[in-house]
Nanobody, 126 residues
């Protein structure tokens, strides 16, 4: 069992940066693939933007964020971090961290993920 708590959202100007954090409880954090999804508005789907395997050695990024966002994890602290740089207006969304066991890290299906944190709102202004 893993409980996730996401934090770090906020209001930022275009071109700025934010760091989102995902804190996990449970002793098996290092067994899980971690990911961040985003949901532009309530009622819309959640899109996979980044994921990282249990070891931290393999990562996946959606084309829309590649080169601007960086996902990392610290298994000693049960933490995952998403660094958001060069933010654009279209990055405005609720961001959710998620965890799953196994599967492909680039699979975009949110139903594969077993555990979710609460959303962290990121709003990018012009």
């Amino acid at each position: 069992q893993v409980q996730l708590v996401g934090s770090g959202g906020g209001l930022v100007q275009a071109g700025g940066s934010l760091t989102l954090s995902c804190s996990a409880s449970g002793r098996t954090f290092s067994s899980y693939t971690m990911a961040w999804f985003r949901q532009p508005a309530p009622g819309l789907g959640r899109d996979l933007i980044a994921s990282i395997d249990w070891s931290g050695r393999r990562t996946y990024y959606a084309d829309s964020v590649k080169g601007r966002f960086t996902l990392s994890r610290d298994n000693t602290k049960n933490m995952a971090y998403l660094q958001l740089n060069n933010l654009k207006l279209e990055d405005t969304a609720a961001y959710f961290c998620a965890a799953k066991i196994g599967g492909e890290i680039n699979s975009p299906d949110p139903d594969e993920y077993d555990y979710w944190g609460q959303g962290a709102q990121v709003t990018v202004s012009s």
